[in-house]
């Protein structure tokens, strides 16, 4: 009956479900009626029992009763459609678009495996965070592994569907996109590839945290420890990519060997970038400037080290604002590396006092000043150098040591603050600059005139 109503619908094809009579169609209703009745009677909340053994006893009977259940009605359906177990489970119920079989061993295979999704999605995330617990990772990192896991169970599960489903579907996956070096590149090759990619991103960024835990525990420098992990990542890509491309049939000699005159030609047009990627090589493998360096380029911009890429880096400046600086500015300019050979940098204020002041105790006020902030190590000790006879002031210059010098800008302001306030205290005059102005002549004609 129903058969005959779709059998003119383009691309369809036969299956048993719309083959069968009225009565046939009616006494699977009375089964599928059957089997919902039942089970809502039998449910494990109708149990009653003053003792556990009870509760038992009623919930073991109440299975039992669906198990009979579920048997008598699975052979009154076979006895109906007029089939044996296999050929139920294998045949077909109906085919979609005349290409996708949708047999009941497909539909229960659909079903488990978007169970075992939704279970493996819970389990996978209770592991993930007892890992992020230990290891001590970023969410983000935990939540990138766990659409990966996902993913990678889809795939998998997604696989055995294809194959169920039949050819159609398989076909579209396989069907040939474009070819590179006699290999043919598909859907399947494609999603394939963007799997493999996804995955190496977060091995790399879980074996960074292990690393890094690994040197804070050593109480190595972390500097020179991220531009050595900074290279191994660059090393750990370049093989994942190698080995990517000869899963799926590439080869990457002859690829290159192709490549040469494209290379060339676009190594002429872009040797600025070039440059950048050549400097950065440089710079990672010198260990000049380090993540966590203060450094000062020829542009007077002074910021710390936040990341050393192959063609840039990331400064932080004191306006907590990130600059991108191209390597060659750090190969080709000249660059102060404030944290380079040790982490105390030597700084200094200058200050002029009026003629007539008492010179030691400016000096002592100098150093007081500057052993009073906190930021100024007590060793080596600031000590104060009298620089010259300038034309109005007597020229100080007092120097300090700091560990910290990124802010070191303010810290010199609190100590021209506190300066300040010990010579008020003590009356020392910084004075205005002065010129005395001399008349060899005409004063007298001055005079008449007024």
């Not at 509760?55 to 669906?66: A, S």
């Not at 493996?120 to 990772?137: P, T, Y």
């Not at 579907?169 to 040939?176: G, S």
């Not at 190969?331 to 200058?350: A, C, G, L, M, Q």
């Amino acid at each position: 009956m129903i058969d005959s109503l779709i059998s003119g619908v383009p691309g369809y094809k036969e299956g048993w479900l719309l083959s069968l009579g009225t009565m046939q169609y009616f006494q699977l209703i009375v089964i599928l009626v059957l089997l919902i009745a039942g089970w809502l009677l039998t449910r494990p909340g109708q149990i009653k029992g003053d003792t556990n053994f009870k509760r038992i006893l009623f919930r073991t009977l109440f299975w039992v009763v669906r198990a009979f259940l579920i048997i008598g009605l699975s052979i009154w359906t076979l006895s109906v459609v007029g089939l044996n177990i296999r050929e139920f489970f294998g045949t077909p119920v109906v085919t979609i678009a005349g290409e996708v079989p949708i047999s009941p061993y497909f539909v229960l295979t659909f079903v488990l495996g978007v169970y075992f999704l939704v279970i493996f999605n819970k389990f996978i995330k209770h592991l993930i965070a007892r890992a992020a617990e230990s290891l001590k990772f970023d969410r983000s990192i935990g939540r990138q592994l766990h659409r990966f896991a996902m993913l990678l169970l889809f795939v998998l599960i997604g696989n055995i569907w294809l194959k169920l489903a039949g050819t159609f579907i398989l076909d579209f996956f396989n069907n040939q996109l474009f070819s590179v070096n006699e290999a043919n590149i598909t859907i399947g090759t494609i999603i394939y590839a963007l799997l493999i990619l996804y995955g190496v991103s977060i091995a790399i960024s879980i074996i960074e945290i292990i690393y890094t835990r690994h040197i804070l525990s050593r109480g190595l420098d972390m500097g020179q420890s991220k531009t050595v992990f900074q290279l191994l990542k660059y090393v750990l890509w370049v093989i994942a990519i190698i080995l990517l491309l000869d899963s799926i049939g590439i080869n990457i000699t002859v690829l290159v060997a192709s490549s040469a005159a494209l290379l060339v030609g676009l190594g002429f047009g872009i040797q600025g970038l070039f440059n950048d990627y050549i400097s950065g090589l440089v710079v990672l493998f010198e260990g000049l400037i380090k993540v966590g360096d203060v450094v000062e380029i020829e542009s007077e911009l002074v910021g710390r080290v936040m990341d050393v890429g192959l063609r840039t880096s990331k400064i932080l400046t004191r306006d907590n604002i990130i600059m991108i600086v191209p390597n060659h500015n750090f190969v080709s300019e000249r660059v102060i590396n404030w944290s380079y050979n040790e982490p105390k940098t030597r700084f200094h204020v200058d200050v002029g006092v009026a003629y007539g002041s008492d010179v030691r105790l400016v000096e002592k006020l100098l150093i007081e000043s500057a052993l009073e902030q906190n930021e100024v190590i007590p060793d080596p000790a600031p000590f104060v150098l009298f620089r010259d006879f300038g034309n109005s002031s007597l020229d100080f210059r007092v120097y300090f040591w700091v560990e910290e010098v990124f802010y070191v800008e303010l810290l010199k302001s609190k100590i021209r603050f506190s300066i300040d306030e010990k010579f008020r205290a003590n009356k020392i005059q910084i004075p205005f600059p002065q010129r005395d102005l001399h008349l060899k002549s005409g004063w007298e004609q001055l005079n008449t005139n007024r």
